[in-house]
């Protein structure tokens, strides 16, 4: 059974920087794309960045240049970068993992940008 636990959201102002964590178990950590997304009240689910097994990354034009992904293998874990942060950043951030056709969603966790 895949289990994504987040960790690092939080409360900043405008112009900080966070750094979100995902660690995943019960899949092959290496074989994944991981990615993050996140959903504000009202909004639906956006896409914010992804990495592949490769490193390749991918990311939307809202969030290039300030956020940054990457992944640690030896350790099962995602990292989100969160830097020149916005009020419009605020939502509660979703990591993924996709592995084989199949996604995988962590419980979410908030990050809060105060203007």
């Given at each position: 059974q895949?289990?994504?636990v987040?960790?690092?959201?939080?409360?900043v102002q405008a112009g900080g920087s966070l750094r979100l964590s995902c660690v995943a178990s019960g899949m092959r950590f290496s074989a994944a794309a991981m990615g993050w997304y996140r959903q504000a009240p009202?909004?639906?689910?956006?896409?914010?960045?992804q990495i592949g097994s490769d490193r390749s990354t991918n990311y939307p034009d809202s969030v290039k240049g300030r956020f940054t992904i990457s992944r640690d293998d030896s350790k099962n874990t995602v990292y989100l970068q969160m830097d020149s942060l916005k009020p419009e950043d605020t939502a509660v951030y979703y990591c993924t993992a996709l592995l084989q056709l199949s996604r995988s969603w962590g419980q979410g966790i908030q990050v809060t940008v105060s203007s």
């Open positions: 895949v289990r994504l987040e960790s690092g959201g939080g409360l009202g909004n639906q689910r956006e896409f914010v960045a």
